[in-house]
T-cell receptor
Framework: EPEVTQTPSHQVTQMGQEVILRCVPISNHLYFYWYRQILGQKVEFLVSFYNNEISEKSEIFDDQFSVERPDGSNFTLKIRSTKLEDSAMYFC?????????????FGPGTRLTVL | AQSVSQHNHHVILSEAASLELGCNYSYGGTVNLFWYVQYPGQHLQLLLKYFSGDPLVKGIKGFEAEFIKSKFSFNLRKPSVQWSDTAEYFCAVTGYGGSQGNLIFGKGTKLSVKP
């Protein structure tokens, strides 16, 4: 069964450094998402992406964040200058349709630790 | 603002016990409702979803959920749990219609089933 994959599984970085989290969505999916979960808190929506542009973003997704689909398979989340409060689990998801009823398929997550 | 509340942080049951996990949502319009499960070390995966029709929805692995519109609830049930149901369970909602599929999650309920 096709899966969403994410790399790395764990990333440790120093405050102020840039990080890029990578995701490979399911191959025939067209809609991509990033979510994050700070330890002990809810899974929160960050951004959705379709047709090479952002569809929607939350207030968390400020100028420090960007997303890109650099080729036909990868979907990346970049944090330009990490802060301590960016430490969280970051989940990528994808689905094939735009409807709000369509099932999103999640990757295993990348645990980001900012020191 | 849309929100999802899950009443129980951690539920501990013995095998064969019945399960009910509470979920309430706050949303100004028609919603689509989801239960996701995360088994230890695995991805978030869909258990079941409701968007229209019969308010009693059946999902995988013997789970079901009932949408009660008047109570803004979508509780998850299973008549007899197994040790393999040990996992974290997340209730989520999206707004009805449109192209905005971003999921709003509850905080999750950790279920521990004792053999």
């Amino acid at each position: 069964e096709p899966e969403v994959t994410q790399t790395p599984s764990h990333q440790v970085t120093q405050m102020g450094q840039e990080v890029i989290l990578r995701c490979v969505p399911i191959s025939n999916h067209l809609y991509f998402y990033w979510y994050r979960q700070i330890l002990g808190q809810k899974v929160e929506f960050l951004v959705s992406f379709y047709n090479n542009e952002i569809s929607e973003k939350s207030e968390i997704f400020d100028d420090q964040f960007s997303v890109e689909r650099p080729d036909g398979s990868n979907f990346t989340l970049k944090i330009r200058s990490t802060k301590l409060e960016d430490s969280a689990m970051y989940f990528c998801a994808s689905n094939s349709g735009a409807a709000s009823t369509d099932t999103q398929y999640f990757g295993p997550g990348t645990r980001l630790t900012v020191l | 603002a849309q929100s999802v509340s899950q009443h129980n942080h951690h539920v501990i049951l013995s095998e064969a016990a019945s399960l009910e996990l509470g979920c309430n949502y706050s949303y100004g319009g028609t919603v689509n409702l989801f239960w996701y499960v995360q088994y230890p070390g695995q991805h978030l995966q869909l258990l079941l979803k409701y968007f229209s029709g019969d308010p009693l929805v059946k999902g995988i692995k013997g789970f079901e959920a009932e949408f009660i519109k008047s109570k803004f609830s979508f509780n998850l049930r299973k008549p007899s749990v197994q040790w393999s149901d040990t996992a974290e369970y997340f209730c989520a909602v999206t707004g009805y219609g449109g192209s905005q599929g971003n999921l709003i999650f509850g905080k999750g309920t950790k279920l521990s089933v004792k053999p």
